[in-house]
């Protein structure tokens, strides 16, 4: 049984128009974690929870924002999202900061026209 | 700046055969975690295998090992006897302790497809 599931497994949003992709966790676990992926790139992280302490890269753009309501879900929300920003977003949880594994999620395909 | 190299973009190996995907990484940390995952086409990332920087023995997981070179900074993942569903991208990535806690860099990736 899936783990850690992101909702939509694809989404398609108009330049501009405010989006927000889901991810759930079955785990309980303290760290919930965005990364965005672009084509062919390595997984770049945008932000991390850690329990409801909510810790920023320092060159997340602006545009991304995230909200995690309960242990078990995290949402993130692209504002105003441009072509740039049209990516594969993987959500993943740890236990803890220090774990030795994390768990991921199948991914948000994000397409914006 | 902390980095994950991995200098191979595709690598092809035939069925029951060993393949070695290199692997390396630079910091000044002396303490740091390698991991290596899978990611499949169909997007997930699946934790392989996983070193400490301060463990002494190579880091075995079924058929994964991981060769774990500290003077030379390399954390290669090894694959023995090759399945079809072996085929995916591999991520080395290096996790080290950042701003306060701890941030996990991952490398480009390598395509490995298995021939049958």
């Known amino acids: 049984d899936a783990m850690v599931i992101q909702n939509p497994r694809y989404q398609v949003t108009q330049f501009g128009k405010p989006v927000t992709l889901s991810c759930s966790q079955t785990?309980?676990?303290?760290?919930m974690y965005w990364y965005q992926q672009k084509s062919s790139q390595a997984p770049k992280l945008l932000f991390h929870?850690?329990?409801?302490?909510?810790?920023n890269e320092a060159d997340t753009p602006d545009n991304f924002q995230s909200r995690r309501p309960n242990t078990s879900f995290c949402f993130l929300d692209i504002r105003s999202p441009g072509l740039g920003d049209a990516a594969m977003y993987l959500c993943?949880?740890?236990?803890?900061?220090?774990?030795?594994?994390?768990?991921f999620g199948q991914g948000t395909r994000l397409t914006v026209v | 700046a902390q980095k994950i190299t991995q200098t191979q973009p595709g690598m092809f190996v035939q069925e029951k055969e060993a393949v070695t995907l290199d692997c390396t990484y630079d910091?000044?940390?002396?303490?740091?975690?390698l991991f290596w995952y899978k990611q499949p086409s169909s997007g997930e990332m699946i934790f392989l295998i996983y070193?400490?920087?301060?463990?002494?023995q190579n880091a075995t997981e079924g058929r994964y090992s991981l060769n774990f070179q500290k003077a030379r900074k390399s954390a290669n993942l090894v694959i023995s006897a090759s399945q079809l569903g072996d085929s995916a991208m591999y991520f080395c990535?290096?996790?080290?302790?950042?701003?306060?806690?701890?941030?996990?860099?991952f490398g480009i990736g390598t395509k490995l497809q298995v021939i049958p």
């Open positions: 910091t000044s940390d002396q303490s740091y975690g």
């Open positions: 993943a949880t740890s236990r803890d900061l220090g774990a030795t594994e994390a768990f």
């Open positions: 990535a290096m996790r080290r302790h950042s701003g306060g806690y701890q941030k996990v860099t």
């Open positions: 785990l309980n676990h303290n760290v």
């Open positions: 929870y850690y329990d409801k302490d909510f810790n």
């Open positions: 070193q400490g920087s301060y463990d002494e």
